[in-house]
């Protein structure tokens, strides 16, 4: 198991301080509870109090760069750190490139403008070749997975590769960052979608050569383990991951799995234990660390609150909209 | 200057500087996550104050401590005393305690003052337990103050 240290940093005093400041203005678990067995109208009331508006994606759009602003702000001080408030940014720029690929001439979800690349950039990367508008570091990985994604054209191949792509630069920066704690975080994600698409195609009674077109290699789960896992009963894949960090994610989907031959609560599951990694971070006083996990946080209370409200509107039961409600960063 | 005198001069150094590196350190670790929480919530800084002070007493107590010893060598009156290696030895014995004890304890401090902080910006009225752990520490800058003190009054003989 990949062990860590955090960076301990008193460099940050003034970032953790602000961060741990604004984790009062969080949403907690028991509002999320409130607002699911409330009426969509007092939800908006109640998200209102946390600078939510009735157009719900609008107001994260603001909410997500005010966030970078803050976090590109609070790490600045330290040089080999900026390249992870890029990976924000990344994560923007691979939606809109997915989105972009998927249909070049009308795309079906609007531009994300929080990217750092813009629509005629993307043309241009998509059209022409010029990768190196995409990372100019790492144009040639780049350039490598764009053309795969354009060689498959369908979407969920398009997805594929151009998560492949993030999860890629991801990990290249994290490496040259040596946050340890980030590393761990990212290689654990990696591997819960391998074994995520490993379920799901095992369920669906795929061969395990269409599992392999959807395989992350960068992850620490080898292929080869893996398909021996393939021709194993999913209750006892659980029991092979018993020494790694994430085993209650597989604990409770096998428990899942045996009661009612369902796989939905592994995805709960592994936002829920991806969350348990960022709250470590709410203990830390020192370090860059907890400014990633404020922006962690973030990023699930986006998911929350579209959870409740999406909820609601397809009139899911209170209980339906709980159980899928992800386990909350304060 | 006898070779004496001199290691008498780094005694007063060291009581004086040492103890007031790690109070700087200290206030300045505390300080900087109380900017960064009254960044958010500025009405607290009154409960802060006295979380980002509690280090700055090590470097009091390492003043007090190099200014007895001056008056004790009689630096003041302006009679320069010639001292012997073995009273400058001793003089240096007994400023230093205040010295080391005072800069770790104020650094370390000035870290359980950062968290009482963060504690209190999220519960703003536990700021009374977080006063309590940083007076923990206190504690033993505390005892290096009292054994300089005792060693400088009673165990320096000129």
Same mark, same amino acid.
């Given at each position: 198991?990949?062990?860590?240290?955090?960076?301990?940093?008193?460099?940050?005093?003034?970032? &953790?301080?602000?961060?741990?400041?604004?984790?009062?203005?969080?949403?907690?678990?028991?509002?999320?509870?409130?607002?699911?067995?409330?009426?969509?109208?007092?939800?908006?009331?109640?998200?209102?109090?946390?600078?939510?508006?009735?157009?719900?994606?609008?107001?994260?759009?603001?909410? !997500?760069?005010?966030?970078?602003?803050? &976090?590109?702000?609070?790490?600045?001080?330290?040089?080999?750190?900026?390249?992870?408030?890029?990976?924000?940014?990344?994560?923007?720029?691979?939606?809109?490139? !997915?989105?972009?690929?998927?249909?070049?001439?009308?795309?079906?979800?609007?531009?994300?403008?929080?990217?750092?690349?813009?629509?005629? +950039?993307?043309?241009?990367?998509?059209?022409?070749?010029?990768?190196?508008?995409?990372?100019?570091? +790492?144009?040639?990985?780049?350039?490598?997975?764009?053309?795969?994604?354009?060689?498959?054209?369908?979407?969920?191949?398009?997805?594929?590769?151009?998560?492949?792509?993030?999860?890629?630069?991801?990990?290249?920066?994290?490496?040259?960052?040596?946050? +340890?704690?980030?590393?761990?975080?990212?290689?654990?994600?990696?591997?819960?979608?391998?074994?995520?698409?490993?379920?799901?195609?095992?369920?669906?009674?795929? +061969?395990?050569?269409?599992?392999?077109?959807?395989?992350?290699?960068?992850?620490?789960?080898?292929?080869?383990?893996?398909?021996?896992?393939?021709?194993?009963?999913?209750?006892?894949?659980?029991?092979?991951?018993?020494? !790694?960090?994430?085993?209650?994610?597989?604990?409770?989907?096998?428990?899942?799995?045996?009661?009612?031959?369902?796989?939905?609560?592994?995805? &709960?599951?592994?936002?829920?234990?991806?969350?348990?990694?960022?709250?470590?971070?709410?203990?830390?006083?020192?370090?860059?660390?907890?400014?990633?996990?404020?922006?962690?946080?973030?990023?699930?209370?986006?998911?929350?609150?579209?959870?409740?409200?999406?909820?609601?509107?397809? !009139?899911?039961?209170?209980?339906?909209?709980?159980?899928?409600?992800?386990?909350?960063? &304060? | 200057?006898?070779?004496?005198?001199?290691?008498?001069?780094?005694?007063?150094?060291?009581?004086?500087?040492?103890?007031?590196?790690?109070?700087?350190?200290?206030?300045?670790?505390?300080?900087?996550?109380?900017?960064?929480?009254?960044?958010?919530?500025?009405?607290?800084?009154?409960?802060?104050?006295?979380?980002?002070?509690?280090?700055?007493?090590?470097?009091?107590?390492?003043?007090?401590?190099?200014?007895?010893?001056?008056?004790?060598?009689?630096?003041?009156?302006?009679?320069?005393?010639?001292?012997?290696?073995?009273?400058?030895?001793?003089?240096?014995?007994?400023?230093?305690?205040?010295?080391?004890?005072?800069?770790?304890?104020?650094?370390?401090?000035? $870290?359980?003052?950062?968290?009482?902080?963060?504690?209190?910006?999220?519960?703003?009225?536990?700021?009374? $337990?977080?006063?309590?752990?940083?007076?923990?520490?206190?504690?033993?800058?505390?005892?290096?103050?009292?054994?300089?003190?005792?060693?400088?009054?009673?165990?320096?003989?000129?």
């Amino acid at each position: 198991m990949m062990t860590f240290e955090f960076t301990n940093d008193a460099l940050f005093s003034f970032g &953790v301080g602000k961060i741990k400041a604004l984790e009062t203005k969080m949403i907690t678990r028991p509002i999320f509870d409130q607002m699911a067995e409330g009426s969509l109208e007092s939800i908006y009331k109640s998200i209102a109090e946390y600078g939510y508006s009735v157009n719900l994606e609008e107001s994260i759009l603001k909410s !997500k760069k005010t966030t970078y602003d803050l &976090v590109t702000h609070l790490i600045e001080k330290k040089e080999r750190y900026h390249i992870l408030s890029d990976l924000y940014l990344l994560q923007e720029d691979c939606y809109n490139l !997915k989105n972009y690929l998927k249909s070049p001439k009308s795309p079906v979800l609007p531009f994300n403008p929080l990217g750092k690349i813009s629509q005629k +950039d993307l043309q241009e990367i998509v059209n022409n070749k010029r990768y190196h508008l995409f990372d100019k570091m +790492d144009s040639e990985i780049a350039g490598y997975y764009i053309a795969q994604a354009m060689e498959r054209s369908t979407p969920s191949g398009i997805d594929q590769m151009i998560d492949t792509l993030f999860l890629e630069l991801s990990l290249k920066k994290i490496r040259q960052s040596e946050v +340890d704690y980030l590393n761990v975080y990212f290689h654990d994600y990696v591997d819960l979608l391998n074994i995520e698409n490993l379920l799901r195609f095992k369920f669906m009674k795929k +061969d395990f050569s269409y599992f392999s077109q959807f395989y992350f290699h960068c992850g620490s789960l080898k292929k080869r383990f893996l398909e021996e896992l393939y021709r194993e009963k999913i209750e006892d894949i659980a029991l092979r991951f018993r020494s !790694k960090r994430y085993a209650s994610v597989l604990q409770k989907t096998a428990e899942a799995w045996i009661k009612d031959q369902n796989l939905n609560s592994f995805e &709960v599951e592994k936002d829920n234990y991806l969350n348990s990694l960022a709250r470590i971070t709410r203990l830390l006083t020192f370090g860059v660390e907890p400014i990633f996990g404020y922006l962690f946080g973030k990023e699930t209370e986006y998911k929350n609150l579209r959870i409740i409200i999406n909820g609601k509107q397809r !009139k899911l039961s209170v209980d339906q909209i709980k159980e899928m409600i992800r386990q909350t960063y &304060v | 200057m006898t070779i004496g005198l001199f290691i008498a001069g780094m005694g007063i150094f060291i009581s004086v500087v040492l103890a007031g590196i790690g109070s700087a350190v200290g206030i300045g670790l505390a300080g900087q996550v109380a900017a960064g929480v009254m960044s958010e919530d500025p009405k607290n800084f009154g409960k802060y104050l006295m979380l980002i002070a509690l280090p700055g007493t090590q470097g009091i107590y390492g003043f007090v401590i190099g200014f007895l010893v001056i008056m004790k060598l009689g630096i003041l009156t302006g009679t320069v005393p010639s001292l012997s290696i073995a009273q400058g030895l001793n003089v240096f014995a007994a400023a230093a305690p205040i010295g080391f004890a005072g800069l770790v304890s104020a650094i370390h401090q000035g $870290k359980v003052c950062a968290a009482g902080i963060e504690m209190a910006a999220k519960q703003p009225s536990d700021v009374g $337990k977080a006063l309590v752990m940083g007076v923990f520490v206190e504690f033993y800058a505390v005892l290096g103050l009292l054994i300089s003190f005792f060693l400088v009054w009673f165990g320096i003989n000129l």
